[in-house]
DNA sequence: CGCTTTATTGACCCGAATCAAGTAGAGTGG
DNA sequence: CCACTCTACTTGATTCGGGTCAATAAAGCG
C-alpha cells in the first residue's frame, strides 16, 4: 500500500517519480501510538510534522472552563500539522482517536524541499488549503446545520476523504468516535447527541454503532448533511 | 501607506527589498467596490485571487434553507482567497462589508512566484495558515464560548488583526458589522445576539455602536473573549 | 419627508443542557 | 467462571438558553 500522503496528492494532481521518491524519503521516521496519546501539543512550537499514516485523530481544543472543542478529524493522509512549519505556536492538540501510526517530517528537510521542489510545495500547500476548507465547512455546520445534519455531514465527508486513500469502500468504515467526541465535533451534549444520532438511524439511511458506519441510502444521507464534495478540491488538475 | 499585505507579512518575518518589490508588482490591479458586492463566487474557479487593500469583507456560505454563515471577517491585507490559486473550485463566497478597495493577482503571477521565490512562497502559504488558524479558532467560538465571549473574542481578534495593518490603534476602530452580520458568524438569531451585545455592553468593558468599537478594559475583555494572540502567529521570525 | 434598513423590546415556546438513573459490554482479577 | 469495575450508551425529568413571532423605535437614505 501506497504512502497515503501519496495517494491523497495523486488523487488531485500527477507527481512525478521523483516527488514521490522526495516525498518516501522525507517519511522514514516512522511511530507507533496508542489510543489518546497527545501527537502535539497545543502551545509548542515543533521542529517536525506530523504525518497520520493510519488510524484516526483529533485536533482539539480545549477552553478556560474544560470544555473540549473538537476541530478537525483526521485520516489517513493528512499532514496533521504541516502548517507548525509556518505558525509560531500550534493553537491546538492533535491527540490519537485510535491506534495510529505516523511519520514524523524534520521541518528543516520540508524548507528545504520548498527550495527545490516548487510543483511539491504548492501541493503541499494544497494540502493545507484543504484541511481550512473542511474546517471552514465545519462553521456552517456547527453554526448552522440541525444536529440530524451534521452528523450526515461528518459521515458523508469522512466516507469520500477515507475512499480517496483506499481506507473505505462499499460505503461502509470504521470510524471509533464516541458519542462524547461527537458532541465534542458539534458543540451538543452528548445526552443531545445521543438522540439526534438515534434520530438519524431512525431515517434507515446509515447504521452507526459499534464504531463501524455502513451508509444505506447515499443520496439521501448527502441531503440531509447538505453534503456537496467541491470543498474537498478532488479533481486531478495541474496545480 | 504601504501595501497593506506588505504589513502583515513583515510583522511576522523580514522582507527583502526585491520581495517588497514582487508584492507590489503583484498587486498594480485596483478596483474599487461599494457594499455588499461579491467579490468572490462560490462554486466558481477564479484566475486570481483578490488582495484586500481597504475595507472589510465576509467570507460567507449560504444553506440550502437560506441561512447564512459567515465564516471570516476580513480585514486589509488579507488575501481573501488565495488558496483559489490551489483549489478546484471557491466553497464560499466573499462578499464586502463596506466599501472596499481591492487587488487582483493573477494565479499566473503567482504561480511563476512559486518557482522563483521560495521564502515569499512560505510566506503567503503562512498567511494561508493562519487564515486557517483563525477559522480553527472560530470553531470553538462557536461551538463552545457563551455568546458574550464570543462578541468579546471577536472584537479582541479584529483589534489586533487591524493593529497589525495600521487600520486600529488606542484601542478603538471602525467596524461596519450589523447585528444580523453578527448574529451570522456566531450562529445565532437576531434577537439574541442583540441581548448578547447588550449584555456585553452594560459590562462596561467596551463600547460596541453604530459601527465604532471602543475597547474600556483590554484586560478584562480578553479574559470574558478567553483572547490568545498566539494563533496569530505575530512573531517576527525567519520562517 | 416618506421608505427602508437596523436596532430594540416583549411574549411565547421549543430545542438542547443539565441532572440523574439505569443498562450493557468489555476487561480484570480472584 | 463469576463478581467487580469501568466505560459507553441510553432514557427520563426538569430547567433554561435561545429561537420565533411580532411590534415598535431609531436611523439612514433617496
Known sequence: MPNPLVLHLRRRDELSPDEEE???????????????????????????SCLLLKGFAY????????????????????????????????????VS???????WVAHSDLRRLTETHPHLTRLLW??????????????SVVGRYAPQARLAHLACELYVRLSTVGEASDLRFRFPATQVDLADM??????????????????????????????????RLVDIGQFDVTHLSLKKARR
Do not use: C, Y
Open 186 to 219: 458539534f458543540g451538543l451534549s452528548t445526552v443531545h447527541l445521543n438522540r439526534s444520532l438515534q434520530d438519524l438511524r431512525s431515517t434507515g439511511v446509515v447504521t452507526w454503532d459499534a464504531g463501524e458506519i455502513v451508509i444505506r441510502d447515499w443520496d
Open 22 to 48: 522526495a516525498i518516501e524519503r522525507l517519511t522514514q521516521r516512522r511511530q507507533t501510538f496508542s489510543e489518546n496519546q497527545e501527537l502535539v501539543a497545543e502551545g509548542t512550537a515543533p521542529k517536525q
Open 97 to 103: 482517536a485510535s491506534k495510529v501510526e505516523v511519520s
Open 126 to 139: 494544497m494540502a493545507t488549503t484543504v484541511d481550512a476548507a473542511i474546517t471552514r465547512r465545519a462553521i
Open 59 to 94: 485536533r482539539q481544543h480545549i477552553t478556560r472552563e474544560g470544555r473540549r472543542s473538537i476541530s478537525q478529524v483526521h485520516v489517513p493522509g493528512d499532514f496533521v500539522d504541516l502548517h507548525s512549519l509556518l505558525l509560531d505556536k500550534i493553537d491546538h492538540s492533535v
